[in-house]
């Protein structure tokens, strides 16, 4: 089990403002949970290839790019076991494994392309931010005060 998701899902408590429990930071709280889950790099992109498409295990590992194995597995299983991804195991030699999105899956794989699509169209607005972010922050390094004597003989 990961490390800070629990086996059982709470709703969250504490506030009868439907508005901020959406949007509930806590551990225990099931949307944060379920955010965790389906907002991580891994799950995005397994979501994004299996729209419209079926896909063996070695087919989408081949597809992203830098996922191990291990990873890989631990994923599919995470999103079949929140209902997102459909596994279909033939009794053949060798093997054979088919992974799908479920019709669950398939209605996030909109709100992803929904997020593709913003992040295509602000795409240089970030680059150019970032580039901005960066020469600010290389002249801050030149300007700050040297530490004190006292301090850095206290770190050794």
Do not use: N
């Amino acid at each position: 089990m990961e490390e800070g998701i629990s086996k059982s899902l709470s709703h969250c408590r504490g506030t009868d403002d439907d508005q901020v429990r959406q949007w509930d930071a806590r551990e225990g709280c099931e949307v944060r949970q379920i955010l965790d889950r389906v907002a991580d790099k891994w799950s995005l992109l397994v979501i994004a290839l299996l729209d419209r498409r079926t896909l063996r295990f070695t087919e989408l590992r081949r597809e992203i790019d830098g996922i191990s194995q291990r990873m890989l597995a631990v994923t599919l299983r995470q999103l079949e076991r929140d209902g997102l991804v459909r596994r279909t195991v033939y009794p053949v030699v060798p093997p054979r494994v088919d992974y799908e999105l479920t019709p669950l899956g398939a209605t996030l794989h909109d709100t992803i392309q929904a997020l593709v699509t913003w992040t295509e169209a602000h795409q240089d607005e970030i680059a150019a931010a970032r580039v901005e972010y960066d020469r600010r922050e290389a002249g801050a390094v030149g300007t700050e005060a040297p530490e004190s004597p006292r301090a850095t003989a206290g770190a050794a």
